[in-house]
Each structure stands twice: as C-alpha cells, then as structure tokens.
C-alpha cells in the first residue's frame, strides 16, 4: 500500500510503510460508565490523539539523528 506524506507531499513508493506522528494531544475527561447500580468503569482523566500525520521515515526522523 502506497502513501503520500503528509509532511512532505512526496507520494512513497507502494510497500513502505508510513510512520504515524502525533501533532497535537488534548486532555479528556472520562465520565463513569454504570450498569444499572453497578459501577463499570469509574472514568477519570486522561489524553487523546488531537491530531496526526502519517509521514516518511527521513520526515519522521528527528533532525539530530539525519545527520
């Protein structure tokens, strides 16, 4: 499966695989999940994906390692 960087633009050949860097995160707050009167999950807080990329490996790369 091919792929188009969405760093870069370049179209990737078909069989590589895309690295997936995340952009963005947000805090969430997770309500309480009940079954009737039984408690399933007591919810808390916690973070998710705001926004990703799916990128090439020389994108990807940290600038300090390319070199």
């Known amino acids: 499966m091919s ?3 969405e760093l870069c633009n ?7 695989s895309p690295v997936v860097l995340i952009l963005e995160r947000r805090q969430k707050n997770y ?3 009940t079954n009737g009167k039984k408690v399933i999950d007591r919810g808390g807080r916690g973070w998710e ?7 090439c490996k020389k994108c990807a790369t940290p600038k300090s390692e390319a070199q």
């Not at 370049?10 to 590589?16: E, F, K, S, V, Y």
């Not at 994906?49 to 990128?55: C, R, V």
């Open 49 to 55: 994906i705001a926004k990703e990329a799916k990128a």
């Open 31 to 33: 309500p309480e999940r």
């Open 3 to 5: 792929f188009r960087c």
């Open 10 to 16: 370049r179209a990737m050949p078909a069989g590589t």
